[in-house]
């Protein structure tokens, strides 16, 4: 059984620093790459970052030198660093396996990231 817990989210002015973190409930989660998702309603979920298990990562264009992923094993957390964050960046946050991840179930609640003056 697998469940993610998202977390860190809210309101941020433009600019402004937002840190989520994702606790997962899995066995043997050093083994699995990561993924960060968003969505915006009325379109589809995007890969924003991805950590494998040896700690590689690689972003979307949109957020290469402002978003950071990281990833703690012995805590079974993934987390996500968000600088110099946009207006364009509004969404909702999940994480979850990559590059497929666990089924529609098993996403968690996502975490809400609005980004406004």
Do not use: H
Request: with cysteine; net charge positive; glycine share 12%.
């Amino acid at each position: 059984q697998v469940q993610l817990v998202e977390s860190g989210g809210g309101l941020v002015q433009p600019g402004g620093s937002l840190r989520l973190s994702c606790a997962a409930s899995v066995t043997i989660f050093s083994i699995y790459a990561m993924g960060w998702y968003r969505q915006v309603p009325g379109k589809q979920r995007e890969l924003v970052a991805a950590i494998t298990s040896g700690g590689r990562t690689n972003y979307a264009d949109s957020v290469k030198g402002r978003f950071t992923i990281s990833r703690d094993n012995a805590k079974n957390t993934v987390s996500l660093q968000m600088n110099n964050l946009k207006p364009e960046d509004t969404a909702v946050y999940y994480c979850n396996k990559y590059p497929t991840p666990w089924g529609r179930d098993y996403w968690g609640q996502g975490t809400q990231v609005t980004v406004s003056s």
